[in-house]
Structure formats: structure tokens, C-alpha cells
């Protein structure tokens, strides 16, 4: 495997690779045949650059193929082209070549900064009109150097990226060339994708799902909007007069009383201010939804002859994700969700915008659809938020309402049940208790005090002896009479519910509204 980065001036040009197999550097200054040679000693390895899937393989093709770098150079950074736009010749230069950019990209010296590493930039312009000093070249190794050496780091930091991509190649015996592509182009390789020009782009339709009737007429505009299409020529106009016209549309309707946007990339709703809400608030979250509907309403692009393959991706990437392997399933989630990028890229052999439509406005339709029976059909519903893939709700906490309710409950039943127990042992008892009690207070008190207390104490063991007989005496009348009122009645579970009503009953006050 070899690290590498180019660096290109108007009448010079160098590069700096590590070759991390035979631990050796190699820098080569204005030497196409050193170049060369080393190209042809390690063609079939693997090689390692920033950026370099647009641009640093491109430099290197191009010097292969007798090319000026700098013309190739101001193509892609100022001109703004593809580097493979550049000349056919380019593809008959085969290249295993492997970017550790990350994608959205991230400059490296904002991830050196991370890595805590040194972000000083070389002193030497590149727009210098003169060829270098020997002093400037080896100002600019020095920093080429060290910009490998951090790509080096980057690598290690993200080798679970390159383990995973790397399986993908195998998995699906997919060239080795292939690991530096993009996940929208091997996302066509795995679907052994054909190139096809579809021409129903706005033929797109309704799956039979939608029960939509509240919100219809979000519906009703997609429907326009595909007769507008026709109508305006929108189909055969230019690419960038599509995307214009794709980007003009959006539907602006209020849902659940939340503001919502709806359009041809998605739907995002949100309160204009902040909320804040008491109860149980769930993420309503699909995992892969698109690629989930892509499966299954049969919408995989109809250009794959192996459409089968994206289940084989999605599965795998659900089994990691279960195992909780995050990074080894990232790449399978990027491989998924490449895929409805690459139905809209006429560049890519996987085009089918008519099924990309149809993927993206039924997505937003069935979230609208469930919206609409979440709040017709649950007690105080609340939609927080909403966006292309799900949705943040709040519902009363009726859940935890009832169980702190029935463990309170079950509390007061043991309490009852557990002072009766006590209760009768008590009374059955009563002698010995009594007996023991004497004891104490005569061996502690003087003899005036102690009859003064046994007196006390004579009362109130007759007292409780009253209220505990006459007290289970009326638990039995008031769970007698409510059997003998739910025979009557014929309403079932008469006897335990008449137990329990009894029972409850021996506790004051908040007995009987426990057993009613």
C-alpha cells in the first residue's frame, strides 16, 4: 500500500509517496520516467491519497500519458471540471487508488488540527511564474511530506472505512480498482447496473398505501405538479433548467399545527418557536426508510440486472447495526442510501428518475399519512417536528400514570392485609402479650405510676379489642352485601371482588375508596 500526494507549480511538479509495505520514500521532482517505473513496480498495489479520487490520480495519469500536470492541474481546481473529463487517455491508465476524504469532505489541515498535528502550509505560491529554486523544492517536500504522513494517520484513523469497503469488493467480486470509487458508482456495480434512458421521468404514481383524507391535498399538489411538468415541457428541457425547476417547487400546509414544507427532496416541519412539553416524547425514526421502500414496493432502480443485491446490502447492514457494529455498518448505510443520489445522475448507469420520485414523494406521503392517524386516533397526540425520514412526537404519559397508580394500590392492599394478620395474632395472643407488658412496666415504673398506667393501658386494650371485632364485623357486612348486589346484578367475579371490597374495607378512611 503506498501513501501519496502531488504538488503542482507551471514548470514543476513533485510528489511525495511512503510506501507503508517496504516502509521506504520516494520523491520524484520533474522525472516522468522515475515516475514511471514506479507506477509500473507497484501498479496492482493500492494507493492512498486526499482528495486524490478527483485529483492527485489524475496528475498522475496525466504525467503517464505525456500531458502538462499544470494543464490538467488548472482544469480541475480552476476550471472546476471532473479530471477524468479531461481525456480519454486517462482510462488507460488503471489505478487502484483509494481516498480517505471524508465524505461530505473535510479538508486535511482541518483534520490535522484535529489529530493535533501541525497546519502550517508551505511558504512556496503556486501560482509562481518561474520555475523553482532548489531551496523551494525542498520547502515543498518537507510539507508534501509531512501531508502524507498525516494522510497516513487519517488512514489509521478510519481503517474500519477502508476494512469495510474493502469486504464489499470481495463480497460482491467487484474489481480491486473499484474501492476508490464513489458509493454511488459501486452501488451500480453491485446492481451490475445497464446504462438506460428512461423517458418517464414524471409518470411517477401512488402506491395503494396511502389512506390519506385530512392532508390530501398534499397529494392533490404532487398530482398537479406532474401535469405541470408535462404541460411546461419540464421533461425535455436541460439539466439545469430541471434542477431549477425541481428546486422552485415546494408546498407550504400547516399538519397537527405545525408548519410543514413538502417538495421534490423532502418534507421538514417544525414549530416556529421552541417547545416545551410534558409526557412521553418519541423519535419515530425507520431505519434505511428509503431503502426500505425501495425494497419493498419493488422501486430499486430499473436499470440494476441484479436487483437483488440491494436487499443482500440492506440485510447485511441491519445485521451489523443489530450487533452494534457502527463502524463496520457504515459503509453498507452509505452504499443504501447512494443509491437514490444515483437514480437522479444521468451520469450514472443506475438513472431512473421516475422511481427516484415515486421513493421520495410516497416517503413523505405515508409520514403525512401516519401524522394524520397519529392525531385522529391518539389522545393528546403533539407533533414536534418532522423531517424526510421521521418524526418527534409527544403523547401523554399515560403508561407511567398507571403504574404508579397500581403499584400505590398493590402498597395499600399489603399494608391491609399485613395489619390484619398482625391484628389476630394479637388477639389470639392477647394473654401472653399482656402478661409480658405488666412485667416490664412494673420492673420500670414505681408502684404508684405503674397502676396509673396499667389503668391507661386496661382501656385501651379494650378499645382496640372493640374497634378490631367490630371492624372485621363490618368488612364482612359490606363484602357480603356486595355479593349478595353482584349476584343480583349477575356480574362476574362476584366473590373475589367481594373479598377485596371487604378486606379494604378494615382500613379507615381510604379502605373503602381503595375497594370501591
Same mark, same amino acid.
Given at each position: 500500500?503506498?501513501?501519496?500526494?502531488?504538488?503542482?507549480?507551471?514548470?514543476?511538479?513533485? =510528489?511525495?509517496?511512503?510506501?507503508?509495505?517496504?516502509?521506504?520514500?520516494?520523491?520524484?521532482?520533474?522525472?516522468?520516467?522515475?515516475?514511471?517505473?514506479?507506477?509500473?513496480?507497484?501498479?496492482?498495489?493500492?494507493?492512498?491519497?486526499?482528495?486524490?479520487?478527483?485529483?492527485?490520480?489524475?496528475?498522475?495519469?496525466?504525467?503517464?500519458?505525456?500531458?502538462? $500536470?499544470?494543464?490538467?492541474?488548472?482544469?480541475?481546481?480552476?476550471?472546476?471540471?471532473?479530471?477524468?473529463?479531461?481525456?480519454?487517455?486517462?482510462?488507460?491508465?488503471?489505478?487502484?487508488?483509494?481516498?480517505?476524504?471524508?465524505?461530505?469532505?473535510?479538508?486535511?489541515?482541518?483534520?490535522?488540527?484535529?489529530?493535533?498535528?501541525?497546519?502550517?502550509?508551505?511558504?512556496? $505560491?503556486?501560482?509562481?511564474?518561474?520555475?523553482?529554486?532548489?531551496?523551494?523544492?525542498?520547502?515543498?517536500?518537507?510539507?508534501?511530506?509531512?501531508?502524507?504522513?498525516?494522510?497516513?494517520?487519517?488512514?489509521?484513523?478510519?481503517?474500519?472505512?477502508?476494512?469495510?469497503?474493502?469486504?464489499?469488493?470481495?463480497?460482491?467480486?467487484?474489481?480491486?480498482?473499484?474501492?476508490?470509487?464513489?458509493?454511488?458508482?459501486?452501488?451500480?456495480?453491485?446492481?451490475?447496473?445497464?446504462?438506460?434512458?428512461?423517458?418517464?421521468?414524471?409518470?411517477?404514481?401512488?402506491?395503494?398505501?396511502?389512506?390519506?383524507?385530512?392532508?390530501?391535498?398534499?397529494?392533490?399538489?404532487?398530482?398537479?405538479?406532474?401535469?405541470?411538468?408535462?404541460?411546461?415541457?419540464?421533461?425535455?428541457?436541460?439539466?439545469?433548467?430541471?434542477?431549477?425547476?425541481?428546486?422552485?417547487?415546494?408546498?407550504?400546509?400547516? =399538519?397537527?399545527?405545525?408548519?410543514?414544507?413538502?417538495?421534490?427532496?423532502?418534507?421538514?416541519?417544525? $414549530?416556529?418557536?421552541?417547545?416545551?412539553?410534558?409526557?412521553?416524547?418519541?423519535?419515530?425514526?425507520?431505519?434505511?426508510?428509503? $431503502?426500505?421502500?425501495?425494497?419493498?414496493?419493488?422501486?430499486?432502480?430499473?436499470?440494476?440486472?441484479?436487483?437483488?443485491?440491494?436487499?443482500?446490502?440492506?440485510?447485511?447492514?441491519?445485521?451489523?447495526?443489530?450487533?452494534?457494529?457502527?463502524?463496520?455498518?457504515?459503509?453498507?448505510?452509505?452504499?443504501?442510501?447512494?443509491?437514490?443520489?444515483?437514480?437522479?445522475?444521468?451520469?450514472?448507469?443506475?438513472?431512473?428518475?421516475?422511481?427516484?420520485?415515486?421513493?421520495?414523494?410516497?416517503?413523505?406521503?405515508?409520514?403525512?399519512?401516519?401524522?394524520?392517524?397519529?392525531?385522529?386516533?391518539?389522545?393528546?397526540?403533539?407533533?414536534?417536528?418532522?423531517?424526510?425520514?421521521?418524526?418527534?412526537?409527544?403523547?401523554?404519559?399515560?403508561?407511567?400514570?398507571?403504574?404508579?397508580?397500581?403499584?400505590?394500590?398493590?402498597?395499600?392492599?399489603?399494608?391491609?392485609?399485613?395489619?390484619?394478620?398482625?391484628?389476630?395474632?394479637?388477639?389470639?395472643?392477647?394473654?401472653?402479650?399482656?402478661?409480658?407488658?405488666?412485667?416490664?412496666?412494673?420492673?420500670?415504673?414505681?408502684?404508684?405510676?405503674?397502676?396509673?398506667?396499667?389503668?391507661?393501658?386496661?382501656?385501651?386494650?379494650?378499645?382496640?379489642?372493640?374497634?378490631?371485632?367490630?371492624?372485621?364485623?363490618?368488612?364482612?357486612?359490606?363484602?357480603?352485601?356486595?355479593?349478595?348486589?353482584?349476584?343480583?346484578?349477575?356480574?362476574?367475579?362476584?366473590?373475589?371482588?367481594?373479598?377485596?371490597?371487604?378486606?379494604?374495607?378494615?382500613?379507615?378512611?381510604?379502605?373503602?375508596?381503595?375497594?370501591?
Amino acid at each position: 500500500m503506498l501513501f501519496y500526494d502531488f504538488e503542482v507549480f507551471k514548470y514543476d511538479w513533485l =510528489v511525495v509517496v511512503i510506501d507503508s509495505i517496504e516502509q521506504t520514500e520516494h520523491v520524484i521532482v520533474n522525472d516522468r520516467d522515475k515516475l514511471q517505473a514506479l507506477y509500473d513496480d507497484h501498479k496492482y498495489d493500492i494507493w492512498v491519497g486526499f482528495n486524490s479520487r478527483h485529483y492527485d490520480q489524475y496528475i498522475l495519469k496525466a504525467i503517464l500519458c505525456d500531458f502538462d $500536470p499544470k494543464e490538467i492541474n488548472d482544469f480541475i481546481i480552476v476550471q472546476g471540471y471532473d479530471g477524468w473529463q479531461f481525456s480519454t487517455q486517462l482510462n488507460k491508465i488503471p489505478l487502484n487508488n483509494y481516498d480517505v476524504m471524508p465524505n461530505p469532505p473535510i479538508g486535511l489541515k482541518t483534520l490535522e488540527g484535529f489529530l493535533g498535528s501541525n497546519i502550517k502550509e508551505t511558504e512556496v $505560491p503556486f501560482d509562481i511564474d518561474r520555475n523553482l529554486t532548489e531551496a523551494e523544492i525542498q520547502q515543498t517536500i518537507f510539507y508534501c511530506r509531512h501531508d502524507v504522513e498525516q494522510t497516513i494517520k487519517v488512514f489509521v484513523e478510519k481503517k474500519d472505512d477502508f476494512n469495510a469497503m474493502y469486504g464489499i469488493v470481495k463480497a460482491f467480486n467487484l474489481p480491486l480498482n473499484c474501492i476508490g470509487d464513489t458509493e454511488a458508482r459501486i452501488t451500480s456495480k453491485v446492481l451490475a447496473c445497464s446504462r438506460t434512458r428512461f423517458e418517464d421521468e414524471f409518470d411517477y404514481y401512488f402506491l395503494p398505501c396511502l389512506r390519506l383524507s385530512k392532508y390530501k391535498g398534499v397529494q392533490d399538489w404532487f398530482e398537479q405538479k406532474k401535469r405541470e411538468a408535462k404541460t411546461r415541457g419540464i421533461p425535455e428541457a436541460s439539466d439545469y433548467e430541471k434542477r431549477a425547476w425541481y428546486k422552485a417547487q415546494e408546498h407550504k400546509i400547516i =399538519v397537527a399545527g405545525v408548519p410543514h414544507s413538502f417538495g421534490f427532496g423532502g418534507l421538514h416541519g417544525a $414549530p416556529e418557536k421552541p417547545v416545551h412539553v410534558k409526557g412521553l416524547i418519541l423519535h419515530v425514526d425507520v431505519g434505511s426508510y428509503y $431503502p426500505s421502500m425501495l425494497i419493498a414496493w419493488d422501486l430499486v432502480t430499473r436499470a440494476a440486472d441484479h436487483p437483488e443485491q440491494y436487499k443482500h446490502v440492506y440485510d447485511t447492514r441491519m445485521e451489523l447495526k443489530a450487533a452494534g457494529k457502527k463502524k463496520e455498518q457504515a459503509p453498507y448505510k452509505k452504499l443504501l442510501n447512494a443509491l437514490s443520489g444515483a437514480m437522479k445522475d444521468q451520469t450514472n448507469p443506475a438513472y431512473d428518475p421516475r422511481n427516484n420520485n415515486c421513493m421520495c414523494i410516497n416517503g413523505q406521503l405515508m409520514l403525512l399519512d401516519l401524522i394524520e392517524h397519529l392525531e385522529a386516533g391518539v389522545p393528546g397526540f403533539s407533533l414536534i417536528q418532522s423531517n424526510t425520514d421521521g418524526l418527534i412526537i409527544s403523547i401523554p404519559d399515560r403508561a407511567n400514570g398507571f403504574l404508579t397508580a397500581s403499584y400505590n394500590f398493590g402498597v395499600s392492599l399489603a399494608n391491609i392485609v399485613l395489619a390484619f394478620v398482625l391484628a389476630i395474632y394479637f388477639l389470639i395472643d392477647m394473654d401472653n402479650l399482656l402478661g409480658g407488658i405488666k412485667k416490664l412496666l412494673r420492673a420500670m415504673l414505681p408502684p404508684k405510676r405503674y397502676h396509673a398506667s396499667a389503668e391507661f393501658w386496661s382501656r385501651c386494650n379494650t378499645i382496640l379489642i372493640r374497634y378490631i371485632t367490630f371492624d372485621i364485623v363490618d368488612g364482612f357486612i359490606i363484602g357480603g352485601c356486595n355479593f349478595v348486589f353482584m349476584t343480583v346484578l349477575s356480574m362476574p367475579y362476584a366473590v373475589l371482588i367481594s373479598v377485596i371490597v371487604g378486606v379494604t374495607n378494615l382500613a379507615p378512611t381510604f379502605g373503602p375508596i381503595v375497594g370501591g
